[in-house]
């Protein structure tokens, strides 16, 4: 298996302009998610799905946001319209549905950096 | 907010010597991991240990958990100068499927 795959590995864009990520999780990994990594506040986790429906979206900052999952084998994470703040590596993981105790499998990270 | 706290933020020892990082949450836990992540990467997933458990072994990694005092500490026997990276502890609060990862300990291992 290749991992969890994410695309691009780095974009820099505009203020205002749209954004999307991508991410492929393992295949037969019934959970993924997204996490926001910046200095100052560590690792968030921004959203989650189980069996491609979103459980929990708690974290996502504001509407700027959405995340989608139209089948198990990919999801997105949109940002639009972007601002500097938003800079920051985004991970993308997955995990098996055996149990919380499984452990996650991170995807490379998209740096983002907004102008 | 995040669960769990690591303790220290950063960690330099000469290659050989043994490493300890300490980690501290608030709520009950279902489990407690551990993860590496090297400058630039993701994270990889280290190690994970229950709620009803109190050690945990994996090669030059040894675990330990103290659910009356919400603390768990990772352990790097002989360490490497490769052991140089992050070190972060997450948990799963019970009742959730939600993993927090705390702020990490920067380990840096001198050849």
């Known amino acids: 298996d290749a991992g969890v795959i994410q695309s691009p590995r780095h974009e820099v864009t505009e203020m205002g302009q749209e954004v999307t990520l991508r991410c492929k999780p393992i295949?037969?990994?019934?959970?993924l998610f997204w996490y926001r990594q910046t200095m100052m506040r560590g690792l968030e986790l921004l959203i989650y799905f189980n069996n491609n429906v979103p459980i929990d979206d708690s974290g996502m900052p504001e509407d700027r946001f959405s995340a989608k999952m139209p089948n198990a084998s990919f999801s997105t994470l949109k940002i639009q319209p972007s601002e500097p703040r938003d800079s920051a590596v985004y991970f993308c993981?997955?995990?098996?549905?055996?149990?919380?105790?499984?452990?996650?499998?991170f995807g490379s990270g998209t740096r983002l950096t907004v102008v | 907010s995040q669960q769990g706290e690591e303790d220290p933020q950063a960690l330099s020892i000469q290659e050989g010597e043994n490493a300890t990082m300490n980690c501290s949450y608030k709520t009950s836990i279902n489990n407690l991991q551990w993860y590496r992540q090297n400058s630039g990467r993701g994270l990889v997933h280290l190690i994970l240990i229950r709620s009803n458990e109190r050690e945990k072994h994996s090669g030059r990694l040894r675990v330990t958990l103290d659910t009356s005092k919400k603390s768990s500490s990772l352990l790097i026997t002989a360490s490497r100068a490769a052991d140089t990276a992050s070190y972060f502890c997450a948990t799963d609060a019970t009742g959730g499927f939600k993993t927090i990862f705390g702020a990490g300990t920067r380990l840096f291992v001198k050849a």
């Open positions: 993981a997955s995990s098996p549905s055996t149990g919380q105790g499984a452990g996650y499998t």
């Open positions: 295949s037969g990994h019934d959970y």
